[in-house]
């Protein structure tokens, strides 16, 4: 059993929803970025997924294409990327997703990206243009490092390919809110509920509901019909207007807590 397993055990236990922040690997810089996840750890995630930057992040909305562009900018490669997160690992123990395009890491070498992601700790590995069809060769290196490999169903996604993915991920189903890129919106739809019961019906594993999930209220929503809330834009959002604050890494933190924090009453 996996360390994502794991930690969906735990939550079930406890009867809470989880918490997965995502950030951009480089930015603002490397040394921001190693204390933004023991700082997020800190603030109550459950599980943290690394974006690896990348010159064409079709998926992703305005702000975490910004954050792609000022990593770049600073040089910031895959191999970068691993060794910020083997630096983070030896403070914090949750699990890391390292989320990616397809490109980056055929340069790097499959095999190589395997072996060296588990050396820094990574735990699993969702790459978003790798279609399931496509990507068993794949999922048989990732096993045999013991990597999960996380895979995104959206709400067009047909039944047949939601068969297929339910057979070849582990560790959890990354549900995709609404079509479209990464990116805050005003309000979760019922598309992301419907995803939600698509997945229980040919799965066991956990669901986490990310793209567009912005709110404290937001999280709440989602913790109501999956296991987890993915929260990406609206924390990269942060960190590019507190990019120069020397509080960066304790305001991005108590950001995250008042993402996850209990309604009020």
């Not at 588990?118 to 590995?125: I, L, M, N, R, S």
Request: hydrophobic residues 45%; charged residues 25%.
């Amino acid at each position: 059993m996996s360390r994502i397993s794991d930690t969906f055990l735990e939550l079930k236990r406890s009867g809470r929803g989880g918490f997965i922040p995502f950030i951009t690997a480089g930015d603002p810089d490397l040394a921001a970025t190693e204390l933004l996840l023991i700082e997020l750890v800190a603030a109550g995630a459950d599980i943290i997924e690394v974006g690896v930057p990348f010159s064409d992040p079709v998926a992703d909305g305005e702000v975490i294409q910004r954050a792609s562009q000022r990593a770049l900018r600073n040089g910031v490669t895959l191999r970068n990327a691993l060794t910020c997160i083997a630096h983070a690992k030896q403070h914090i123990e949750v699990p890391i997703v390292l989320f990616s395009y397809f490109n980056p890491l055929l340069q790097f070498g499959e095999d190589r990206l395997a072996t060296e992601a588990k050396e820094a700790g990574v735990d699993a590995v969702l790459v978003t243009d790798l279609i399931p069809e496509e990507a068993q060769p794949w999922i048989k290196m990732l096993d045999q490092h013991e990597l999960d490999p996380i895979f995104l169903v959206a709400p067009t996604t047909s039944d047949e390919r939601l068969a297929r993915i339910a057979q070849q991920a582990r560790g959890f189903i990354y549900a995709v809110s609404r079509a479209g890129v990464t990116g805050p919106r005003s309000e979760m739809t019922h598309e992301a509920e419907a995803l939600v019961q698509r997945v229980r019906s040919v799965s066991d594993l956990p669901v986490a509901v990310g793209f567009g999930v912005s709110t404290p209220e937001q999280v709440r929503e989602v913790w109501r019909f999956a296991d987890a809330a993915v929260v990406g834009s609206a924390i990269v959002r942060e960190i590019e207007k507190l990019a120069k604050s020397p509080d960066l890494v304790n305001r991005i933190g108590q950001f995250a807590r008042s993402l996850r924090a209990p309604k009020q009453v």
